[in-house]
């Protein structure tokens, strides 16, 4: 399976070409930007917005939420 590119850029884990190509508009604009900014503690881990949305669609499926 192809997942296309990942990468990190300015300290930043972009997992998609348009992610990257997006990042290096903003900058090459001068526009501010963050990635992922909002995260979610459950204790023992942080999650990220689409890594929040994986492990609950993971545990729900398991569990038959």
Known sequence: MNRGYASF???HYL???????????L???????GYEVKVFDLGYKF???KELLKFMKKVCNENVC
């Open 47 to 49: 999650y990220g917005r």
């Open 27 to 33: 900058d090459y604009h001068s526009i501010p930007w």
């Open 9 to 11: 850029y300015k300290g």
């Open 15 to 25: 997992r998609s070409s348009y992610e990257y190509a997006y990042a290096k508009y």
